[in-house]
């Protein structure tokens, strides 16, 4: 399923999402409504953007006391949108969460809508929307975070900007990493 961009999510009209292929698949699905940020800073050989390691779930099919060498997954910090709270400011308080780095927006770069089903709890289908903001750093060392968020994030760090949409995991991250290093090139007053 590929990203798809679109304008300003706080002006965005959702409608039932259905499956054609599958009649009995046609009801209202779940939505969610997330915000991340791509951070960047300059370093001496270049721009580096601020990367999560999430946390893995145990596999179940992973054999006891054998230890799988598995790729590191990278990730952008995202989460939901609270209620009362703008994708913007989602963004930033995300990557201060995830990072332990605070930063100031710059411009949105895209919307990533995609459909997934929870593999916690009720095992619904859920249509999400994901916007996606540059941030410039501010100020905060990365991977300061609050113990209660190593939960979630495994660690944060820095990686060369250039080397972000191949060492992503996910897709539609390595797209909006593309159009952040599209939009840099453009705007290099920031």
Known sequence: MGAHYAG??????????????????????????????????????????????????????????????????????????DPGEKPEQTAIREVREETGITATPVAKLADIKYVYVRSWGDKERVFKIVSFYLLRYVSGEIDDIKPEMRIEVKQALWIPLEEAARRLAYRGEREVVVRAQGYLKSHPEV
Request: no cysteine; net charge positive; hydrophobic share 40%.
């Open 8 to 81: 300003d999510v706080t002006s965005l009209t959702l409608l039932p999402v259905t499956n054609s292929l599958n009649p009995d698949n046609l009801g209202r699905m779940v939505r969610e409504i997330s915000a991340g940020g791509v951070t960047v800073r300059r370093a001496a050989q270049g721009w580096e953007m601020a990367v999560i390691e999430p946390q893995k779930e145990p596999s179940a099919s992973a054999p006891r006391g054998k230890k799988k060498s598995q790729k590191v997954l990278l990730a952008l910090p995202k989460g939901l949108v």
